[in-house]
């Protein structure tokens, strides 16, 4: 028997505790937040099929089935726009290969996913724990410190608190974030009969990039959830969904409604030095006096934006290292593999973790393995996906790129982005095989087991 401690409440932390609870692992999850309510945010992650065979596997199949029932309607259609909402290319359910359920991507609130991932582990979870530091002691166990001055001792240290992990600053001080040279403004805008009618039926329905000058670019996501403003389950989603979402205490805490999710970014060198600084009204002014001369429907969209919901994102990601030496701490998710948003699939490698690292440690459970060699044998399968997940998601967001550049250079290059998607999207067999290849990369037809 062993006892695992995991420092963080976030994704990965709480799929892996879900995950070790279920096989009679003794595990406890250690969360700097006050309580469940707090560091919530109420904006998207997309869960592709990787993300999901992790939450089917780690969850109670009622939990499952609950994480289904609250997610937001599937996007139907992938698209990249000018910022004058011309279309370049769209790719819908004409070019999409059949999939099996398990392998369709879901889109769900960061807010929802964490009350799931909550939901029959409060017992586990101890709040307002701000981890200071760890030792490894003589006799083969490690204990963590807080802040507060209490202690927690286990088997195994999980570092799971994200890009600013500390566990990873005392653990692997050479493994370091970098800046890609961008900046991220996010938003959310009230989904409202008027909001919905600003933007075009592909953009509904669909998560879409909005190309501008100066390589600036924004995503677009409608989310529509089954329940109402009041959180009463809408009419016509199911009698299935409806009692899931009626019967789940998580609701409680959930307060996200129908939004338009947006994401600006843009290289700093276009930003005011103080952007880091900027909240609310005061950012989304910022993101309306840099796309002065984008759509005015674009910009209805941010200006009905709420200000509570607007901050700036430094968009930094990890290097690759070479292997460590296995020990009773180990790291998962963005603790050792922070990547940009360019390809969404930080939160669903964060859940591949979870997984695995949970079927490894089941086997030391049992017998099978020793301790070392299920968190050896989790390291060296999770850095060969990882860090090529990191390297193919900094190609997607570089602000030192000539697209993000200024002059002739950096116009040229965004005029042959822009050419080259127009072409792709009129030769059918192109784009399937684009949209094959991105659902590849996204887990499809994968298994880990």
Known sequence: ????LIIGAGTGGLCLAQGLKRAGISVAVY???????????????????DGKRAL?????????????ATCARRPVYGNQLTHELKFLFSAGPEVAAAKEEDEQDESVSRMTLRQVLLTGVEDVVHFDKEFVRYERRSDGKVTAFFRDGSTATGDLLVGAEGARSEV???????????????????GKTPLTPETAALLPRRMIEGV???????????VFHVMRFKWDADGRPKSGIGATDAQAIANWPGMLYDNSRDYIMWGFAAAERWLPKDVSRMRGAQIQRLVLDLTSDWHPSLRR????????????????TSEPIDPWPTTNVTLIGDAIH?????????????????????RNLVRAHGGEWTLLEA????????????????????????GRSVLHGGGLAGGLARAGMRTALRVMDRLPPVKRRIVDAESAFRGAGRDDD
Not at 338 to 351: H, I, K, S, Y
């Open 1 to 4: 028997m062993f006892h695992v």
């Open 56 to 68: 089917k596997a780690n969850l109670a199949p009622e939990l499952y089935d609950t994480f289904i």
């Open 301 to 316: 969209i941010f200006e009905l934006g709420d200000p509570g919901s607007s901050f700036p994102l430094m968009i930094r």
């Open 168 to 186: 990873r600053a005392q653990y692997l001080p050479h493994a370091r974030l970098v800046e890609t040279g961008l900046i991220g403004i996010t």
């Open 31 to 49: 969360e700097r937040d006050l309580n469940r309510r707090d560091g919530l945010q109420g904006y998207r992650v997309g869960i592709d099929a």
């Open 338 to 358: 922070t990547m940009t948003p360019g390809r969404g699939v930080g939160a669903n490698t964060a859940l591949r973790d979870a997984r695995l690292l949970t």
């Open 208 to 218: 879409s990039m909005v190309h501008g000058p100066k390589g600036f670019m924004c």
């Open 375 to 398: 968190v050896h044998g989790y390291e060296t399968k999770m850095a060969r996906y990882a860090w090529d997940a990191v390297i193919k998601s900094r190609a997607q967001m570089d």
